[in-house]
């Protein structure tokens, strides 16, 4: 199999989302990350750059340049892994695109919908060179009860319900940086952040569309302009309901992703923190702890079960889709740029019916 | 100590109440049934009540004739446990009231809010003589949260989260009874069956009043006349937010009343179905759980830590309460008239809310 | 259903089992207590019984005056139980079964084998008149086990491993009282106190003998004379192995029984301090958790799935099979006077392994 | 940091530690396979090596040239990985440390415990130049939990109890391959392949050495010449206590490794498949679960609190150490060779009392 040469833009090292993606693509033996625009400081740029061991004709000071000048290399990268704040990813894709090469982004899309709907028009078949990361869809059983959801095992689905509650953000002190800035994070804040990953899931899982939403959006610490809790009740294709809620300040939470569908034969739950299980419970009071790499599961994973995976390997196995997108192979459980757009909209729907006080708002994308 | 004589109006063995309440009476050894009219069917109720061993004058076919008989005896009971469906709840305890004798009723208090307003007029004296069954605020750990909350272990509170899921109406054929007759269980369906343990759970362990409620009320099985499912958003005093959810038709749940607290500084969970610990999490990263019966807990239990106590026991503590009314002793916890007219007042609130579309209603005892 | 009436020898009111004794029998419905000889102090007893509600004449100073007096009577008691210390079991069964009074007797049996095997030959229908209160085998989902291995649901049995950690003796300062003593109660120390419930509970849910123990008996805090920890394997019928480790020194347990049994097909896992669900776990990577009062399940209980029974209501099973034993009906599960025989057989067969570096010693009752 | 260049011996695609230790390298950014015998079948070994994109001149058709050769050349790699069968390790190690190149070996060191003790003879100086891949060691809570035992957090050791439950050698069909051949996998059978895990944890976390083993040691399915199912009683340091249990057919388990350590103070445990979190319980009642990355822990660790690390991660924190002890920096906790020859004597002395009824068997290293 084929070794993909990759560049990186943003995700210099000590920022978080860079390093995770470094680590994930090295987990696949897919690719290997040969340029770098690591920082908009130019100098820091390079610096970062060298530290990780890349070529000095590799390390940019900037991603206009770097996108041009890839293009032009016949070893030039095959792809541009974008990991800047929120407001620079679609123009930075944008380039990358132009220049011919794929992209895989992070999430959220952009900061607002317009720009989003104005970047699709201009890239009508971003969708077979763009992906997005929206990481827990990576999870062997997030991919399972998909599966379980379309094999029919829950019966006809009721009511979606998903949790996300962190408390990095949970006092004035947080550092939150440029994701509490509205110019540079976006004005969704939690929804952006973290919302967004939320309402993925629920479409993703359930195979349904978000029709409209009724949002109560809060900052709960004082001091902020943007949104750090916000709570939402969902109406999905066919009647089905729902619930997100979101939440930065939820004191005693770590990265408490949770979710659960009901169907009219059974219930399926999975947490994001204990994450090699998947429970299904029936009405006659059995409740089924599934686990990961058990061979009553279909979704193929990396390590024997009991052998625990974790959030590394639900992004690398984004990243293994990514190589199938790459080696021109079907790759459809891969979030494209419609989940970009769609989690755009649902962002400022949300933002919209929480400003008019819980106004069912229709989501557009 | 005293033991208390009690009658008891509804209840024929097999309805689940009735049966609870005479164990929870046994467990405490503070009381005595020694009257009854277990049944609207005269033959039933007075079969009944011998099958139980009462004394034939005390088999009462009539519970008019049974609140008239016994307060004229000077042996007569001190006080009547009401376990009818919702719609007799204050007829019967108007007639023993007025009879005075004190009273224990189940929730919720009735099927109207006007007639709730009603009757605390004609009993301005009521909180003194009668006891509302909220049975969840008997558990020695919600006792315990509601301690830990008043103490300030939480800090101040961003939220309050209550869900309770059930599942047992989840298909057309499941057998509601009266629970699911307008004119007998009332038009609140699940609010009233078990939205209002939920309020009143809220109310109970967080010190605050409810002012606001935003819902979606929904009746997700076809064929009812009530709702089976419903979501709600809460404004409780001082800005304070949260969350409740109640459903019946919960595919593969049993009884899962959960519920969770955020402080600035902790937050606090419980589960019904695991009573015997309480979750204080911090940012830290530690989540203890607390045992039951263990030193580090102020609540009296009945048990020592490890012998698990359920369902029973916490109805128990509610008639040690109730009895520790009678002894003419302070009883802070027992619920009273006015936790019934709050509940009353919430499912009222949220039908109103549920029927147009969310919009915010206040919640008004 | 005849109500049976009982009399009580041992237990005065703050000595925990006589007050479980009491509970437990008001759960079910099925008794009354109206005499006692609630201590050896003749002053308390009477005091006790008094406080308890009984009548003068019923309150005994003594327990073979009880015994002989209550057999007089027309009236008299149909079932005494005993909750002496240890070395007052068989001395007080022998006064009321030569009276012709059944007897429900606290575990274990006695202090030694010689007496117990003397006692047996003594009452030679003991079986059929004497019950043993090992309360654990009265959980709901403990009786669900034993059927699920009779079943055939495990496959051949393999492995039967039993943990029972406790920590309330695990300081010098622990007022272990007369279970300490070893003249009062017994050699066996935590053998005796809780080896004998794991014992019972390793050979009625598999429906085995155990054959042999080898053993490691230890006393860990200093200062006592009898042991306070001991781990042990077992070699049952057939060939299948097993382990049983208790312990009263463990610090931070509560009342921590566990238990597991491994067959070829399958595995089975019961905790007591959540004795609401039973685990079975399957090769294939599924682990099913069983709800206590869902349809899944076969054993009768007491309340629905979802509203938690714990400690008082195994004991109440106790009890519901003791009145069937006096009602003359069949009653297979609760234990009998051979079961004590073996428990005591248990404990001499580990104090003897245990004092000889483990040698393995046949447990013969 | 310099990236060090690796040579592999042993582990095939396919084989499932060889690419285990793949991954683990990869995710630390500080190690480069450039050379490797990837099989004892010539062929097999070139084209899976070129298949991982090694250059020819690197894909070695037999180990003892590849280290001639790579401690000849100037780019010659730095640390050879070991991951043949267990009868392999110490020839292969024998020809990189003569070589002068550090080993990193897989465990159990060896198949038998005198040629381990001719092996560290010959090498005096191999605890500077080889470490052992206990994996489990590499997890951060394992860490975290040495450093409580180490800080006093537990008080006085009691006693040290460890279980290793699996069940994929369950069934006579199932795939064991060299690993139940005696002559390649040593006759430790389930004691070498996860018994010295377990032994490893033990001295780790308690920082005592183990004196004396009390072994039952069996063959739970028929047809092998190896052990598969052993239960033991040990003795270490300064009178504390212990227990382990090592099953490869215990039905419905995954990789189920748990530790208990029993203190004066408080308990510890800790379980490998949700290894995320330490538990530590003290008499209060209390139960505190810590999360890895939450900051009440003091081991680094690669991603923050609520986004799972596993497995992989805790490989990768044995590598990172490795790269320490390359870079000539202590790396304390890294496993060395006196750490397999423990191993070796364990698995001696256990099978010795298992083979004699259970006798208490010196350990001797």
């Known amino acids: 199999m084929r070794r993909w040469p990759v560049g990186m833009i943003g995700g210099a090292p000590g920022a978080f989302m860079g390093d995770v993606h470094r680590r994930a693509m090295a987990l696949t033996g897919r690719f290997e990350l040969i340029a770098a625009n690591l920082s908009r400081d130019a100098k820091r740029a390079s610096k970062a750059a060298a530290d990780l ?69 201009q890239f009508p078949n971003a969708s077979s060179q763009m992906a997005l990361a929206y990481t827990y869809s990576g999870y062997a059983m997030v991919r399972e009860a998909r599966q379980l959801v379309k094999n029919g095992t829950l019966g006809a689905l009721r009511s979606i319900q998903i949790e996300y509650l962190q408390d990095w953000l949970g006092h004035t002190e947080a550092a939150g940086g440029w994701r509490l800035d509205e110019q540079i994070g976006g004005a969704g804040g939690c929804l952006g952040d973290i919302g967004t990953h939320t309402f993925h899931l629920a479409e993703f899982i359930s195979g349904l569309k ?46 408490g992703l949770r979710l659960r569908l009901f169907g009219e034969k059974a219930r399926l739950e999975w947490r994001q923190e204990t994450p090699e299980t998947l429970i299904l419970s029936t009405p006659d009071g059995r409740s089924t702890a599934f686990a990961r790499g058990g061979c009553a599961m279909q ?67």
């Open 299 to 365: 979704t193929p994973s990396l390590l024997p079960q009991g052998h625990p995976e974790g959030y590394l390997e639900a992004f690398a196995r984004l990243y293994d889709d990514m190589a199938l997108m790459l080696d021109g192979q079907p790759a459809p459980l891969l979030p494209r740029l419609n989940d970009g757009l769609r989690g755009q909209a649902f962002i400022e729907a949300a933002l919209t019916s929480g400003a008019r006080d819980g106004i069912w708002t229709h989501v557009q994308a």
């Open 210 to 255: 978000c029709q409209q939403v009724s949002a109560r959006v809060s900052t709960l610490v004082a001091g902020r302009t943007v949104p750090d809790d916000a709570q939402m009740q969902l109406r999905f294709d066919g009647g089905v309901i729902g619930g997100i809620w979101v939440s930065q300040v939820a004191t005693g939470c770590g990265n």
């Open 53 to 121: 061991g890349l070529k000095p004709e590799r390390c940019y000071e900037d991603w206009q340049i770097m996108a041009s000048a890839e293009s032009r290399r016949t070893d030039g990268i095959a792809l541009a892994v974008i990991v800047t704040p929120n407001n620079m990813h679609l123009p930075v894709a944008s380039a990358f695109l132009e220049a011919g090469i794929p992209v895989l982004c992070e999430k959220p899309l952009t900061t607002e919908m317009d720009t989003a709907r104005r970047f699709a028009e």
